[in-house]
């Protein structure tokens, strides 16, 4: 089986709209399968895993990617690119002539592409309210793409190297003609390097790194709050054949608290109080996240939804410095069991009542006989 015998996503089993994820994942599920070690003396097998191999080569650059999705194989065969240079054909004058006036965007300078920095990772960490009042230092590990022990990362069998491009002539860039114009892409063999490995690292496949198992440790610092990204640099995706790696991202979420509930740098938080605290008034003792009891008066005649602040109370300013505030809401509660003696003290206390006692609830029936006619 060649690898330009059948369409590149029907090869890996993806859909034309598959991420990068999703093409690796089907990748590597293919290769375990058909790699010619898993399967030795089979011609069929070899020629599959040569032809997965070429199919994910191509959908995993997304430049490659693109001309595939436009031109189909056809994009890599001679008819669509060349070498660099008076050698390049039909093309090279007017290349020149377009290279003379833009520049670099048509070829001038011969840089060759550098090699793509690795790709950056995403971690999610849940941690709890206390953490992220306190701080904290976490250990996490991640699976994740590292510098191939075997080859330095180079992607070349140790003691062997890379050679020139024979497509793009260690250019790094091919040409093709699109009406009128010349335009320039990197080279689909070398991937704009230049130069390709001659004998592949049997380790990385030639692609300098693996994955493997990393621990790293994570400074989680006081005030976090779900949504805070810590950015770990470096510790992200080994680049391809040498390539800097990219960065690792963790992102926060606070596990919901049983007491408390945050607003920024708020914390909030519901207390019931007896209907005699709230009628004569009180002092309740409320703790913060630091342990310290914050005595909160309770002034008499108090509703149910009255909002009590005590100051500095609250969640650590993230990289700053003090505190929020905690914030008390009131909750009058109304008892549920009276013993006989409370229940006479209840009924003598309404036999005394006027209404001047609850003037909110007295407003509110007034309101009534105005708006029905009494």
Do not use: W
Request: some cysteine.
């Amino acid at each position: 089986m060649s690898a330009t015998d059948i369409d590149y996503y029907e090869l890996l089993n993806v859909s034309r709209d598959a991420d990068g994820a999703a093409i690796k994942s089907a990748y590597r599920k293919l290769a375990m399968q058909y790699h010619p070690d898993r399967n030795p003396g089979c011609g069929e097998s070899e020629a599959r895993f040569k032809a997965i191999s070429a199919a994910y080569d191509c959908l995993k650059d997304p430049q490659k990617r693109a001309a595939y999705d436009r031109f189909g194989h056809a994009a890599f065969q001679n008819g669509m690119g060349g070498g660099h240079g008076p050698s390049a054909g039909d093309f090279g004058d007017i290349g020149d002539i377009f290279e003379t006036i833009f520049g670099q965007a048509f070829g001038g300078g011969g840089a060759r592409q550098q090699p793509r920095r690795g790709a950056d990772l995403r971690y999610d960490m849940e941690i709890t309210l206390d953490d992220a009042f306190h701080g904290k230092t976490r250990q996490i590990e991640i699976e994740v793409s590292q510098a191939c022990g075997t080859c330095s990362g180079s992607g070349a069998t140790p003691g062997t190297g890379e050679r020139q491009c024979n497509l793009c002539n260690g250019y790094g860039k091919v040409r093709a003609k699109q009406g009128f114009f010349m335009v320039e892409r990197p080279c689909p063999t070398c991937h704009g390097r230049g130069a390709v490995i001659e004998s592949p690292c049997n380790v990385c496949r030639g692609e300098g790194r693996v994955d493997r198992p990393q621990a790293l440790e994570v400074e989680i610092p006081a005030g976090v709050d779900t949504g805070t990204r810590i950015r770990l640099s470096g510790k992200g995706e080994a680049g391809p054949r040498g390539a800097p790696p990219g960065d690792l991202y963790i992102f926060v979420h606070v596990k919901p608290h049983p007491v408390f509930h945050r607003e920024g740098t708020t914390l909030a938080t519901r207390v019931p109080v007896s209907f005699t605290t709230a009628a004569l008034g009180g002092s309740i003792d409320i703790p913060d996240l630091s342990g310290k009891s914050n005595a909160v008066e309770i002034p008499a005649g108090i509703q149910s939804g009255k909002q009590l602040r005590v100051r500095g109370a609250g969640m650590p300013v993230l990289q700053g410095r003090g505190r929020g505030d905690l914030v008390v809401e009131i909750a009058v509660e109304t008892p549920t069991k009276l013993s006989k003696k409370q229940r006479e003290i209840l009924q003598q206390f309404r036999d005394t009542e006027t209404g001047e006692e609850c003037p909110e609830s007295r407003g509110f029936f007034d309101k009534l006989k105005d708006a029905f006619g009494g």
